[in-house]
């Protein structure tokens, strides 16, 4: 995101606690101070990741902080969940039901670790799923569910708590 | 407080004993098995009837029946521990219903009837102004029902999730642990003795779905059956699947789980981290609750036994002996 706050001491640091407030990391700051630019603002980019949900609270806290937001860039797959699925994998297609998640533009199958036994044992894979927002896993982890049925796969899915 | 027993497998045979050891203020004034029945309004002599039962194969008179002993006989609390009927419920949904006609007072470890006719046999009770009391249906030993009625009172239970199989829980910590196969593990959890010789109900997860409708109903009182549980068991399991949730830090355990603001009742295996408080070892029993003042509260128990059952049997008599005076 693009920030642009008063060019003061103690400004920036005070402009980035709220990250930490929300349980979001900072992968990197840059901060340009460009020749004849406006007097006494600061723009600062920030490329940071947050847990699913917290940018709204951030973008509040910021401005609380008398940050303005100039810009939010794109928001990367940032939640992510793990699944196994033991079945007949390859003889159901394994491609096919990658890409039943891939395909939805939402979500996509980011790791892939299979075991095969013997040729007409039952096989074990552990997917990993990346996605934007949690609404989103949900979706894909619903399809994974109608496709691991309809090709009598046992999916078992995380203990995911949420009261 | 005066006490009739009704069935004497592992658990009556526990209940019997402890009463009989610990001076807790009961006497067994009633006690039948499958094919006989014994009463003495003064108390009957427990050691004598136990040994007479391991010699002779049953513990009293064979022309004293079950339901003679409930409906004849002078005591205040039934304890009724009699083998589970999943399907139909009896005959203990008849002998509890016996009990509260009479005014009497129950106490059940028996999944059965409060599973399939929890509701009718509450409001029975109530009427009779007696207590029906079942902490022993579900996870044996820990005192769940008790911590939700009155160390969590005024609380709102958002969720539940619980390990409530001490089979399947052995099964996947022995396939975690040693790699074995699911076929291998059972065939250990037989010889050890902690799985039935026809283990479907456990390995498929019924008995923990059974468990888990018995909790769901006495939260949150929607009513729900077992045919409401999206239940999966542990039979399909693989080392391999094992092994790639332990390369993340994980581990896979037969997770009951029920949060009703989602709609979910569900029964199957799932993927957790091998720190979480759930993931037990063994046979024992794991229940976390989700509350919006406590917040999560885990409590962790063995789930089976003789003795340890009878500790929550016991405890269900202890407080319907304080709660009512000791009489019926």
Do not use: F
């Not at chain 1, 606690?17 to 600061?42: C, F, M, T, W, Y």
């Not at chain 2, 029902?145 to 996947?172: P, R, S």
């Not at chain 2, 399909?236 to 896979?252: Q, S, V």
Request: charged residues 25%.
């Amino acid at each position: 995101m693009k920030l642009e706050m008063k060019d003061s001491p103690g400004q920036l640091v005070a402009a980035l606690k709220p990250i930490s407030d929300v349980g979001g990391n900072i992968i990197a700051v840059i901060h340009q101070r460009e020749q004849g630019s406006d007097h006494g603002i600061l723009d600062v980019q920030i490329v940071l990741e947050l847990p699913d949900g917290q940018l709204e609270k951030l973008v509040v806290l910021l401005k609380e902080q008398g940050v303005h937001i100039q810009r939010i860039g794109e928001q990367r797959l940032l939640y992510k969940r793990t699944v196994i699925l033991i079945g007949h994998l390859m003889h159901t297609d394994l491609s096919d039901t990658v890409d039943q998640i891939d395909s939805t533009g939402y979500a996509e199958v980011s790791e892939l670790a299979m075991s095969m036994p013997a040729v007409k044992e039952r096989s074990s894979s552990r997917l990993t799923i990346k996605s934007v927002t949690r609404e989103d896993m949900e979706s894909a982890i619903a399809i994974l569910r109608r496709v691991s049925q309809q090709k009598s796969l046992l999916l078992i899915e995380p203990l995911e708590e949420s009261a | 407080m005066k006490i009739a027993l009704i069935g004497l497998g592992s658990v009556g045979r526990g209940v019997a004993e402890m009463i009989t050891k610990k001076d807790l203020g009961l006497t067994i004034t009633g006690l039948a098995d499958s094919k006989s029945g014994a009463m003495d309004p003064k108390g009957l002599d427990i050691p004598t009837l136990l040994t007479h039962k391991k010699k002779n194969g049953h513990c009293g008179d064979p022309d004293i029946s079950t339901l003679d002993i409930i409906k004849k006989a002078d005591y205040d609390a039934l304890v009724e521990v009699t083998p589970t009927n999943a399907l139909s419920g009896e005959p203990a949904i008849g002998y509890i219903k016996a009990a509260l006609a009479r005014k009497k007072h129950v106490v059940t470890s028996n999944k059965g009837p409060i599973a399939l006719a929890n509701k009718e046999l509450r409001t029975m009770a109530q009427e009779n102004g007696v207590a029906l009391r079942y902490e022993a249906t579900v996870a044996g030993a820990i005192p769940i029902m008790h911590t939700l009625e009155h160390g969590l009172a005024g609380n709102d239970i958002l969720a539940l999730y619980g390990v409530l199989n001490g089979t399947c829980n052995y099964i996947l910590t022995r396939m975690a642990d040693e790699g074995l196969t699911y076929e291998q593990a059972l065939m250990e959890a037989r010889e050890m003795g902690y799985a039935e010789a026809d283990p479907t109900y456990d390995v498929k997860g019924i008995d923990a779905s059974i468990k888990l409708v018995i909790l769901a109903n006495n939260i949150w009182g929607h009513d729900v059956r077992l045919t409401d549980v999206d239940c999966t068991g542990i039979d399909l399991l693989t080392p391999d699947a094992l092994r790639l949730a332990d390369d993340e830090g994980c581990t896979i355990r037969l997770i009951a789980e029920a949060i009703p603001r989602k709609n979910i009742l569900r029964v199957s295996p799932r993927i957790i981290e091998k720190s979480h408080p759930l993931v037990v070892d063994g046979t024992l029993n794991a229940l976390t609750l989700e509350t919006d003042m406590a917040k999560e509260i885990t409590l962790i128990g063995r789930g089976a036994g003789s003795v340890e059952t009878a500790s929550a049997i016991i405890g269900d008599l202890l407080y319907i002996k304080d709660r009512y005076d000791g009489s019926a």
